[in-house]
């Protein structure tokens, strides 16, 4: 009588081995759902040739949602990596900071990674009036002393050779009573005006005080941590 079946009683532990095997024999109807688990694939045994174009997607590169966010890379091995989330970018409209850590690439052969900016606050005022003889604070809330400091004349009519809209920068320092200081600490900008400010024209290159009276210049503070 011809074997038309052999049931697995029949065959011994091992007996089947790779070599008794055709290529293609054992197809996908072979193959119980769930029959080939993590355990039963060795180290690298699935190459690119075996994965199918797009047959891994995000989904399967990711898989857990508590990875939202985060970046796949490679490290220095050349292994995939993922990049932990970097600090959220934030802003406040009333005082115009900012914060938030960039992505920095570490060139080839070495990994990417979070960087925190130079400056990652910055504060600027509102147009303000200005006069000689006193002194105009600014309220910046930085939470600390400023690492940089402008203060500049924004005019609002052409004055001395310059253009609506033009800023011109103010300077420390001054010859006696004429000229201006800028001080900050970490709560406020300070300008304290003498008794008169100097420009040089733009037109006749000659100098001429500005007449905060004429109220053709504001003032805008700026600062940045």
């Known amino acids: 009588m011809a074997l038309t079946k052999i049931s697995a009683g029949v065959m011994a532990a091992d007996s089947v081995e790779t070599a008794s095997i055709s290529n ?11 029959a080939v688990t993590t355990a039963k694939i060795n180290n690298d045994a699935i190459t690119n040739a ?8 995000i989904t ?10 985060q970046l796949l890379t490679y490290d220095t091995s050349g292994n995939p990596t993922r990049l932990a989330v970097g600090t959220v ?20 052969g070495a990994e990417p990674a979070w960087k925190t900016p130079l400056f990652s606050k910055f504060y ?3 147009t303000t009036d200005w006069a000689v003889n006193s002194v105009i604070t600014f309220t ?3 939470g600390a002393i400023p690492k940089l400091v402008q203060v500049v004349w924004k005019l609002i009519a052409a004055e001395d050779g310059y253009s609506v809209g033009n800023e011109l920068v103010l300077h420390d320092g001054g010859d006696g009573n004429i000229g201006s200081t800028i001080a900050s600490d970490s709560t406020t900008i300070q ?13 006749s290159f000659t100098g001429g ?15 940045w941590l």
């Open 89 to 108: 970018q934030g802003s406040n409209t009333s005082t115009l900071f900012h914060s938030g850590q960039f992505l920095q690439t570490g060139g080839a």
């Open 50 to 57: 075996k994965i199918g174009a797009d047959a891994v997607d």
């Open 140 to 142: 910046h809330g930085l």
């Open 124 to 126: 600027e005022s509102a």
């Open 60 to 69: 399967e590169m990711l898989g857990n949602s508590a990875y939202d966010g």
């Open 209 to 223: 005080a500005i007449d905060p009276a004429n109220t053709k210049t504001k003032l805008i503070a700026r600062g």
């Open 191 to 203: 300008v304290a005006f003498g008794s008169s400010v100097v420009v040089i024209n733009q037109g």
């Open 24 to 34: 293609s024999n054992v197809t996908t109807a072979k193959i119980n759902a769930l």
